[in-house]
């Protein structure tokens, strides 16, 4: 059976991991994977997750399957987080409970072959390394276009724009909600209002990643566009994942949530998407889903998870303008969002910050703005902009 199957190049990031792992210089930077760290260059667990964790640990009182739907009220719970309190009651909202992001996008894409097998998807570029094998996956065409010109440091909103009015009705457009991985390029408000009415107008449905809400500029403010696109659009795909905003990265926490227009259409999708996941993972893992739900459901553990995210967010605010004041041709990394920025280095460049002062970061550029301890700010800085002289 395997005698012919061909090895497969392993990922670029993940040999990247692998390279930063095997490396004990001292002073080492390893900016290259997407994990908050704080000024100490730690991934700690939230203390509200902890003391949910704790009231978990105390009040569970059996491990028996919670079912194909997971942890209803966790899905629920996240409505008004992701819609706001009013778009969080409108009929016909499915939620559902999925192995992190990952899960959602692939259940979401899956969910739009089973409604329409020539569905293509729009997809800008760069874009985060896994959307392509997940579309793909899902057996969708994609339909490219760039989205970011990365030496103008800016995003080609006219190539995007272009890309909309070729769409055909029934496509469906992949749009980050916010944080735009691996740029941080985020749509302004004056273009999302373009987007939605160009989705609107051509009958694009639009499906947004959102798995960096709260990291931006706030939770309301990230989801903005997301909002914008919901009241304007019939349908509406969203995929969520709380393993960064809540640092569960690796208990795979996340919500597919899709706008069907009425509660008889919900329960025909329904259908679908459960029939889907079970052939997938059948059922979610549960438990830091019930984590986050325990957390929403007390307003002592929102508020001190809210603060904590606060305190996320704004080290990444500072950070970016550290790094912006270094030198004038850094100063667009203040205007981005998020965890992520793209230098505008050449591979090759990439490649000696990696031999001459081990720093690591993606050989696209693309670099984990909080991935870095107080103390290396200056030398990061520095090193690059060595690095874009030589
Ligand atoms: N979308 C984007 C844009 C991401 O960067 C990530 C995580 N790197 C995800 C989705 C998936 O997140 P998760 O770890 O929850 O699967």
């Known amino acids: ?55 978990l640990w105390e009040t569970q009182e059996t491990k028996a399957y919670l079912g194909m739907s997971g942890d209803k009220k966790y899905a629920e719970l996240l409505k008004p987080i992701v819609f706001g309190d009013d778009l969080a009651q409108m009929d016909g909202l499915i939620g559902l409970q999925t ?125 903005e566009g997301l909002r914008g696109l919901v009241h304007a659009c019939d349908e509406v795909i969203v995929a969520q994942s709380c393993d960064k905003n809540f640092g569960v990265y690796r208990d795979r926490v996340g919500c597919l949530f899709v706008k069907t227009g009425s509660e008889e259409r919900a329960k025909v999708v329904n259908s679908h998407i459960m029939q889907i996941a079970r052939t997938m993972w059948s059922m979610p893992p549960d438990h830091s889903a019930a984590a986050v739900r325990i957390i929403l459901e007390s307003d002592e553990l929102r508020a001190e998870w809210l603060d904590e995210l606060d305190m996320m967010r704004g080290r990444i605010v500072d950070l970016r303008k550290r790094i912006a004041s270094s030198d004038p041709r850094l100063a667009y990394i203040a205007d981005q969002k998020g965890m992520f920025s793209m230098m505008p280095l050449s591979p090759e460049q990439v490649e000696k910050l990696r031999i001459d002062h081990a720093i690591y970061m993606a050989d696209s550029g693309r670099f984990n703005v909080c991935g870095m301890a107080d103390e290396d700010v200056d030398r990061f800085c520095n090193a690059v902009l060595e690095a874009m002289d030589g």
Request: glycine letters at 12%; a negative charge.
């Open 99 to 223: 192995p992190g992001g990952c899960g959602a996008l692939t259940l979401g894409f899956m969910l739009a072959k089973a409604a329409n097998p020539a569905t293509r998807v729009l997809v800008g570029t760069p874009t985060w390394a896994n959307h392509p094998p997940v579309i793909r996956g899902a057996g969708l065409e994609i339909v490219e276009y760039d989205y970011y010109l990365k030496g103008e440091t800016r995003i080609d909103f006219d190539a995007m724009m272009a890309a909309f009015d070729a769409a055909r009705p029934g496509d469906v457009a992949l749009l980050h909600g916010c944080c735009h991985n691996p740029t941080g390029a985020d749509l302004d408000a004056g273009q999302w209002a373009k987007v939605r009415a160009k989705c609107a107008e051509k009958g694009i449905i639009p499906f947004v990643d959102i798995a960096y809400q709260g990291l931006g500029d706030g939770i309301d403010e990230d989801a």
């Open 1 to 55: 059976l395997f005698t012919g199957l061909e090895p497969i190049q392993t990922d670029s990031l993940l040999r990247l991991i692998q390279l930063a792992a095997e490396d004990d210089r001292p002073g080492k930077i390893d900016v290259g994977v997407g994990v908050y760290r704080t000024s100490n260059g730690a991934t700690p667990i939230l203390s509200a997750i902890k003391k949910a964790e704790k009231i």
